[in-house]
């Protein structure tokens, strides 16, 4: 059984090295207030997000890398300044949920096999019973290469949409004008906020 990411598995059926790589989990509760307006300091919504207790991890036998290349301040700087001096239109985007959304195929090393302990409070955990754990099928927070593996499927599909790299910034892409589109684009992008110019 497979559900947002995570496969069922039974303690049994794993190996001893597998039995080795499983972690704890929990859930992250959080409150979202209204910062603004009449319905200030009101509650907007309450978010609630499953993390991997990831601490104990070990980089080379969990997973390789952590790193997720960001675009340096000066990069930047020169898509708003360019903005500004061609009075064009410069748009930020934040992902939503962003490290569920990388792919573990996309990884050049390859996808890292690791488990959780269902946290307490799972929906259904009665019925798993005792010697159940979760596979992670994609990246979740807390896992130290989440953001890794979001960085790697992003660039697919921005080479994918035909965007190039901007020089020496790993994590800056170009789309010159009349390829895709009318006009030449760029995109900026750290971690999970970007800049499109």
């Keep these: 059984m497979e559900k947002g990411g995570l496969k069922v598995r039974s303690r049994k059926d794993l190996t001893a090295d597998e039995l080795t790589r499983v972690y704890g989990s929990r859930f992250h509760c959080k409150i979202k207030r209204h910062t603004s307006g009449e319905k200030q300091g009101k509650v907007k919504r309450c978010k609630v997000c499953l993390i991997v207790q990831g601490n104990k991890m070990e980089k080379g036998y969990t997973f390789f890398d952590s790193f997720s290349s960001t675009p340096r301040a000066a990069a930047m700087q020169c898509i708003v300044s360019t903005a500004a001096a061609a009075d064009m239109h410069l748009h930020t985007v934040d992902f939503e949920q962003a490290f569920i959304q990388g792919d573990w195929s996309s990884l050049p090393e390859g996808a890292p096999t690791c488990f959780i302990k ?31 593996c979001l960085f790697f499927t992003l660039n697919d599909f921005m080479t994918d949409l035909g965007f190039e790299k901007a020089g020496f910034n790993e994590s800056m892409w170009v789309q010159k004008a009349g390829c895709r589109f009318k006009n030449k684009i760029v995109v900026g992008v750290h971690i999970d906020d970007s800049m499109i110019l």
Excluded: F, I, N, R
């Design 118 to 148: 269902p946290p307490s409070g799972w929906d259904g955990a009665d019925t798993l019973g005792l010697d159940a754990v979760l596979e992670l099928c994609s990246p979740l927070y807390g896992h130290p290469a989440a953001a890794h």
